[in-house]
């Protein structure tokens, strides 16, 4: 399913017993730098760490390091038509969630609008920042949950975009509180990967 170099597909439960299919989609420093980077000012981003958390209850996860400039809307399409080939394969869309954070955040939301299926789920983690005000036709589908760190300057609250769907399937936000601005969520800390997989247990039905 993925097409470049790095692709972690943790394959746990037994060879096709995947309680959900979750894709990660990692911010922009990875890009540049691989998948344990340091940030002069936000410290180590454990990519690897995060898909294993992320993996815990024995989803299947679907991840890679995007190319050096990667352009969002572009990646999201292929995220798109990975999720098309799994529901046509016959994987539930309830059971299908895109997280993306920061870079990896922006993905997600354009995988959204470009989806458009109310099903399938989608956590935008430090996602929305000054630039989803500037694409007004940014429309997201789907389940939504915004998780965003209170200290964050980048980015905040996702609220003003979800409502911009008011046939939105359902949306919810967590804004925790590190103190770690974004680099709360370069490790797989407990304050927020708990919660996001919380969230995607109760979008099974």
Same mark, same amino acid.
């Given at each position: 399913?993925?097409?470049?170099a790095?692709?972690l597909c ?13 894709f ?10 691989? =998948?344990?980077?340091?940030h002069?000012r ?5 990519? =690897? ?5 992320l ?8 991840s ?11 990646y ?5 038509d990975?999720?098309?080939e799994l ?5 539930a =869309?309830?059971s ?10 922006s993905?997600?939301?354009y995988?959204?609008m470009?989806l458009?299926?109310p099903d399938?789920n ?11 005000s500037?694409?007004p ?14 200290s964050?300057?980048?980015?905040g ?8 769907n ?11 509180s590190?103190?770690?601005e974004?680099g709360?969520f370069?490790l797989?800390?407990?304050e927020?990967?708990? =919660? ?8 099974k039905?």
């Amino acid at each position: 399913m993925s097409r470049t170099a790095f692709l972690l597909c943790l394959l746990l439960l037994g060879e096709f017993a995947f309680a959900e299919t979750i894709f990660y989609l990692h911010g922009r420093i990875i890009e540049e730098e691989g =998948p344990r980077p340091v940030h002069e000012r936000f410290g180590l981003y454990d990519y =690897p760490a995060i898909v294993e958390a992320l993996a815990a209850d024995g989803d299947l996860i679907i991840s890679e390091v995007r190319e050096s400039g990667t352009k969002a809307h572009e990646y999201a399409q292929i995220v798109v038509d990975q999720i098309e080939e799994l529901i046509a394969k016959g994987d539930a =869309p309830e059971s299908i969630t895109v997280v993306g954070f920061s870079k990896g955040g922006s993905i997600a939301i354009y995988a959204s609008m470009l989806l458009n299926h109310p099903d399938v789920n989608f956590v935008f983690i430090a996602a929305c920042a000054d630039w989803v005000s500037s694409y007004p036709e940014l429309i997201v589908s789907g389940n939504v949950f915004s998780i965003y760190e209170e200290s964050d300057t980048l980015a905040g609250s996702c609220v003003s975009l979800a409502k911009r769907n008011e046939e939105l399937s359902s949306f919810s936000e967590l804004a925790i509180s590190t103190g770690k601005e974004h680099g709360a969520f370069y490790l797989p800390a407990s304050e927020w990967v708990d =919660p996001l997989l919380v969230w995607v247990r109760s979008r099974k039905r």
